[in-house]
């Protein structure tokens, strides 16, 4: 039995940015922690107790891996685990993102009439 990208949906917050910052390359988990408030300027943090618990969570819903590849050990602390997108995380990320775009398209006649009261 297969499972369907659309029961993850809609993602909660955090896993949508650990997901997204997994969309460009393999990370480790301080990575994530790094990317996704550099992206946000600085209005998500995920502290490391949430993280963690949001990449077991991911890793049981087969929607990350633990990736077996590492940079060069010189350059690497070798305590580190790297995630990566599984081929579903991929899928459920661009449902996802459909998803926000449809409620964006169904919110810009409203706040535009809005403008004009």
């Known amino acids: 039995m297969s499972i369907d990208p659309r029961d993850f949906l809609p993602l909660h917050n955090n896993w949508f940015h650990i997901l997204l910052s997994l969309a460009g390359s393999e990370q480790h988990g ?3 922690m790094q990317e996704v ?10 502290w490391p107790a949430t993280l963690y618990g949001s990449l ?9 891996e633990e990736s077996g590849e590492r940079p060069a050990p010189e350059l690497d602390d070798a305590r580190r ?9 991929r899928r459920v990320l ?11 398209r169904m919110a810009q006649p409203q706040r535009k009439q809005e403008a004009y009261e």
């Open 30 to 32: 301080y990575g994530i």
């Open 37 to 46: 408030l550099q992206r946000t300027d600085g209005t998500v943090h995920l």
């Open 56 to 64: 077991k969570r991911l890793i049981s819903g087969g929607l990350i």
């Open 81 to 89: 685990r790297y995630y990566k997108l599984t081929r579903l995380g």
């Open 94 to 104: 661009d449902l996802e993102c459909e998803r926000m775009e449809e409620m964006l």
